[in-house]
T-cell receptor, first 111, second 113 residues
Framework: NAGVTQTPKFQVLKTGQSMTLQCAQDMNHNSMYWYRQDPGMGLRLIYYSASEGTTDKGEVPNGYNVSRLNKREFSLRLESAAPSQTSVYFC??????????FGQGTRLTVV | GESVGLHLPTLSVQEGDNSIINCAYSNSASDYFIWYKQESGKGPQFIIDIRSNMDKRQGQRVTVLLNKTVKHLSLQIAATQPGDSAVYFCAEGNNNAGNMLTFGGGTRLMVKP
């Protein structure tokens, strides 16, 4: 989707490996979010950043860390990947209480 | 339209018919609600939103109805087209909850030509 870029699009990790998912926006929105979506399920919030310099836990933060590097970028880190973290990860942005714009997703498989 | 594990509720409609997708929400303090459409392999896309002080809002071919008494939200799609085939999610938000959006489990809409 225009405005929100996620990298990589696909990734396969071995159990115990670490990686960082990147999200960058060009819409100058204050709030950024990381969600995970498991097969046949809705989106669950991992972490969010209401504004530059702040981060807060969402519904399922365990096993993840985040960094709001600047207003444009919000990264999600898996320090020691587990098979239970196999999922599709979406980054989203919002300005206030308006609609959220989502990236195209990162498909992560942990074997 | 709540998730039942790996199997999404599915609504199958004939092209040209109207579709009604339902969502039960849990937080009576939610200030607004949003419907999203997710096509295969893509991120969710905004369809329409409604504030908690409203009970109906209309867009292009879509109408959202909100019944706060029973905490129920519905999305009506008029003259459903094959391009409407997707998974639809409702989300609720609270002005005092740090811009968090909580998503429901989703409903798969299949349009038969």
């Amino acid at each position: 989707n225009a405005g929100v870029t996620q990298t990589p699009k696909f990734q396969v990790l071995k159990t115990g490996q670490s990686m960082t998912l990147q999200c960058a926006q060009d819409m100058n929105h204050n709030s950024m979010y990381w969600y995970r979506q498991d097969p046949g399920m809705g989106l669950r919030l991992i972490y969010y950043s209401a504004s530059e310099g702040t981060t807060d836990k969402g519904e399922v933060p365990n096993g993840y860390n985040v960094s709001r590097l600047n207003k444009r970028e919000f990264s999600l880190r898996l320090e020691s990947a587990a098979p239970s973290q196999t999922s599709v990860y979406f980054c989203a942005i919002r300005q206030g209480h308006t609609e959220a714009f989502f990236g195209q997703g990162t498909r992560l498989t942990v074997v | 339209g709540e998730s039942v594990g790996l199997h999404l509720p599915t609504l199958s409609v004939q092209e040209g018919d109207n579709s009604i997708i339902n969502c039960a929400y849990s937080n009576s303090a939610s200030d607004y609600f949003i419907w999203y459409k997710q096509e295969s392999g893509k991120g969710p896309q905004f369809i329409i939103d409604i504030r908690s002080n409203m009970d109906k809002r209309q867009g292009q071919r879509v109408t959202v109805l909100l019944n706060k008494t029973v905490k129920h939200l519905s999305l009506q799609i008029a003259a459903t087209q094959p391009g409407d085939s997707a998974v639809y999610f409702c989300a609720e938000g609270n002005n005092n909850a740090g811009n968090m959006l909580t998503f429901g489990g989703g409903t798969r809409l299949m349009v038969k030509p």
